[in-house]
């Protein structure tokens, strides 16, 4: 039985011990002594939307628009090698796990051009981290591969065949939308795996598609097995239909994923200042009981100069843009849907040196240890090490 000793957690006051066995948290009590807090516990980040393979390829650029956005990653990563992306990979991979994640999405360019050259990179870079870092990976139709194509649909097709779990696409860049999305839904069927789909990354209500991804969902029998990332356009919708479409949509089982840095940094840019923030209701979806989650998404490449890869800081921003206040919903948001740490969990368990979750997301610091399955298997500034020798934080127990 191993122990950490004296840490607070997200949804109680005070301080606490935490005792391990095997893989599981098996106790939480009160602290045996009165040491304040000097760690603060709560599960492991999980990113649920990232682009591994453009990552750092771009760090300088500022993209004038979406469009534009679009347009440079469409001409700069026919060039990329294997191992270009490889190393990309990896290194947002490694930074993650300094970060405190334990699981990342990462949505992987799949055309005519890139081939599987972007697959066989992530997937080579995944089996570096594979004791730290759980990684799915999702065969992505970029803006060049329009899932109506036969060719399209051989690629999804390959893609899983080489470890792909998911597939997904961006049907408002195809030559037919709704077409698109149909095709999608149906090769996510086809093929037996689930659906992440890139939708409605506007503010134009008219052209919303959502409506059809949550009938297409139902009638394919598809529920708990899609995803929509973005959603921009929910924002620009009454709130009427808001409603109606999110209780539709938590009815589906399907999930919303929410871009906090990228939509906000995007939408409606480059004409003067925004006007609308861009991001899906979060507070209005999860009262309606859709499982909505956080993804830092693209990280310094053609579509966003900033970011490394660091949920807490996706987080901070979320919370500040989406209003999201209650400490275990935004832990929700960030953790994969965990709400806090419970007796029973796998042992996935993020220590900060913070003595709340608010204390944590107004400094964002460094030093963090991530554990999994009840092992220390990533730390920055050498706190692994601190961590597992230190006295009164981690002991060996009979």
Known sequence: MRVIRS???IDRAGSFDLALGGDRVRAISAAADATP???????????LHAHANRAYAAPAQ?????GDAVASAKRERAS??????????????RRSIAHGVSSVRTHTDIDAITGMRAIEGVLAAASEVASSLDVEVVAFASAAADPCHPGTQALFAEAVGRGASLI???????????AALEALLDAALALGVPLDVHLDEHLDAPKALIHQLVDGTVARGLQGRVTVSHACVLSAMSRDD????????????????VLPEL???LQARGNGA????????VVEALKAGVAVRFGTDNVRDWFFPFGDGDMLETGFVGAMAAHVDAPEELSSLICGGRRRIEVGDVADLLLIPASSLDDALARRPGGRVLLRRGCVVGAAGGAGAAISGQAGLVDAAD
């Open 168 to 178: 997904g696409a961006v049907p408002a860049l195809c030559a037919n939308p709704a």
């Open 62 to 66: 500022r993209p004038l628009s979406l």
């Open 37 to 47: 807090p000097r760690w603060l516990a709560m599960p492991s980040l999980v990113n």
């Open 263 to 265: 939509n906000l940094y």
């Open 7 to 9: 840490v607070a957690l």
């Open 274 to 281: 925004p006007r609308v923030r861009g991001l899906a209701p």
């Open 242 to 257: 808001v409603r109606r479409l999110l209780d539709r949509m938590a009815e589906a089982c399907i999930v919303l994923v």
């Open 80 to 93: 990329a090698t294997v191992e270009d992306i490889q190393s990309r990979a990896t290194r947002l991979m």
